[in-house]
């Protein structure tokens, strides 16, 4: 892709993504936040494909907005909250508070990305050595198995673990509640909500 | 499907495809919808339409002119934002996933390195529309609907992709074509090349994966008239409503040719060479091969519709999560271990 089509394609996702990310925190109603939570997460895919990480992009659509996001979903609806059934949230104080934490975790960010090593280097002439030519599967699902598997393989194993662990742990506090003969959607329901 | 070297003239090109073949799918909607009235019509020892046109051939397009004409009412109280977003919400990513499924011989709307992949994300994002639908409609019976709707498509979106894995494991690619060509080979022998037989399992979950997906009964749970009125669509009229029901037959037609892609040889048949540098001729002949098989695949749906009940919601759930995910799960493993050991795991067939 040509470079300025590039930077506006860029432009045009960042932009949607910040505003929609400011929308899923000052929307009143939960759905309408969960709505934005996915444009949200549609416009970091995009970034990702936009950087070439196709499947990477994919698999962020995949599986937060297309699983994850509906669990969500699911939760929120099964509340079902109702514009007029909603508590009037914070006060003026509350969300200047709130603005300020926003705005120096912002400025913390600033300041260690834009002063890192890494950011001198590429922007700095010269800085970094011109890189051998990208390879075509760049970014593919191959490639990218590849490198899941030999140099993050410690990674990868520990955090299947993990997610291991917690199933398990949804799976024994939902038991523990329901004994053999209780409801049975109830606990397809609850099960539903800790497995995926 | 070449690239031309010219910018303009692949963009044409593009362009003329995407037409053609999204006009084609919404094309068939309605003669889906006529053959499928027609038959149940038949299975049920009735007449069914038959009075617009020629053997009521005109039906479908008086339903499309009363539907369009049909007053679009907005009830009192819902939301409206989400209630106008949700009938979008399901026709949208039906129709686009379509896009990487090849109707002919390396013919598709557009090709992805990532195709299947790309088809099950977008196609899952239909459980938006059937959510926020039926939420909106400020309806017990709707938010009913649309909770069984995110529930149940969910749970099943597991089990399909499992098998859809399996698949590409054995294919050790993702690339649609490149799926189909491997399930070719010549004579009447070539059939059983078919993941199909291959994979008769991962094949028998993605059936039914896929009904539950669809929401086509046996596994309508979503709208089943009896328990929720109309269920996430009670609340929806005219075109609204059409588009909730284009969305649903483009999904099943996407899902069929998904099914025929993996599973039933795509555009390919084991007499017909494929050649290395097609003419006009060859790719209508896969496009025609293609469009057989999807038919005989649409007329399994309505067929399997108009004769099992609908099943329990709890049996619903029961089987998905206490019998199809633990099979694909099986087979996943058993794949991969014939994988590494180099044999077929259907030992007594010698292949």
Not at chain 1, 92 to 99: G, P, R
Not at chain 2, 144 to 166: D, F, P
């Amino acid at each position: 892709m040509s470079g300025w089509l590039e930077h506006l394609v860029f432009g045009i996702l960042a932009t949607v993504s910040v505003l929609s990310s400011f929308l899923v925190v000052t929307r009143k109603n939960p759905i309408y936040s969960a709505l934005f939570l996915v444009v949200m997460f549609a416009m970091v895919a995009g970034i990702f494909m936009l950087l070439d990480a196709t499947f990477l992009g994919f698999m962020q659509l995949l599986v937060y907005a297309g699983a994850i996001m509906v669990l969500y979903l699911f939760v929120i609806m099964l509340i079902n909250p109702r514009d007029e059934t909603l508590p009037d949230e914070g006060g003026t104080s509350e969300k200047a508070f709130a603005a300020g934490v926003s705005l120096l975790v912002f400025a913390l960010l600033t300041f260690g990305i834009s002063n890192s090593d890494l950011v001198t280097e590429m922007t700095t002439p010269g800085g970094i050595p011109a890189l051998a030519e990208v390879p075509a599967t760049h970014g593919a699902i191959e490639a990218f198995g590849y490198e899941l598997f030999s140099k993050h393989l410690l990674v990868f194993e520990v955090a299947s673990i993990l997610i291991l662990v917690g199933i398990i742990g949804a799976v024994h506090i939902a038991m523990k509640q329901k004994p053999a003969s209780a409801d049975e959607e109830d606990s397809n329901e609850e099960r539903l909500v800790t497995d995926v | 499907m070449s690239d031309s070297g010219t910018p303009l003239l692949d963009f044409f090109f593009a362009a003329l495809r995407a037409i053609v073949i999204f006009a084609a799918v919404l094309q068939i909607v309605p003669a889906l919808v006529y053959f499928e009235r027609r038959l149940a019509a038949w299975i049920q020892d009735r007449i069914g339409p038959n009075q617009v046109g020629p053997v009521g051939l005109l039906q479908p397009l008086a339903d499309v002119i009363k539907l369009a004409f049909k007053e679009d009412l907005t009830p009192e109280g819902v939301d409206k934002w989400i209630y106008r977003l949700g009938p979008a919400l399901v026709y949208a990513p039906a129709i686009l996933a379509f896009t990487v499924i090849p109707v002919g011989m390396d013919l598709q709307v557009a090709s992805f390195d990532v195709g299947v992949i790309f088809l099950l994300t977008i196609g899952g994002f239909s459980v938006y529309g059937l959510a926020f639908g039926g939420w909106a409609s400020n309806n017990k019976y709707s938010l009913l609907g649309g909770l069984r709707a995110s529930a149940q498509l969910i749970s099943y979106e597991v089990a399909l992709g499992l098998s859809v894995i399996a698949i590409l494991m054995t294919a050790e690619t993702v690339d649609l074509n490149s799926i189909i060509r491997q399930q070719w080979a010549p004579g009447a022998a070539g059939l059983l090349e078919w993941n199909l037989f291959q994979q008769p399992l991962a094949a028998f979950i993605f059936l039914v994966a896929a009904f539950a997906e669809t929401n086509r009964l046996p596994f309508d749970l979503p709208e089943c008239e009896a328990e929720l009125v109309g269920g996430f669509h009670t609340e929806y009229t005219g075109l609204k409503f059409a588009m909730f029901f284009m969305g649903e037959y483009v999904a099943m037609i996407t899902m069929s040719a998904l099914m025929v892609t993996m599973f039933l040889g795509g555009w390919s048949l084991p007499w017909v060479e494929i050649p290395t540098s097609p003419s006009i001729g060859d790719v209508a002949l896969s496009v025609g091969i293609f469009m057989g098989k999807l038919v005989l695949l649409l007329f399994f749906y309505i067929w399997v519709r108009w004769t099992l009940p609908r099943f329990r919601y709890d049996q619903l759930m029961n089987i998905g999560w206490k019998v199809f995910i633990p099979l694909s799960l099986l087979n996943l493993g058993l794949t991969a271990l014939s994988g590494v050991l180099g044999w077929n795991w259907l030992i007594p067939l010698p292949w």
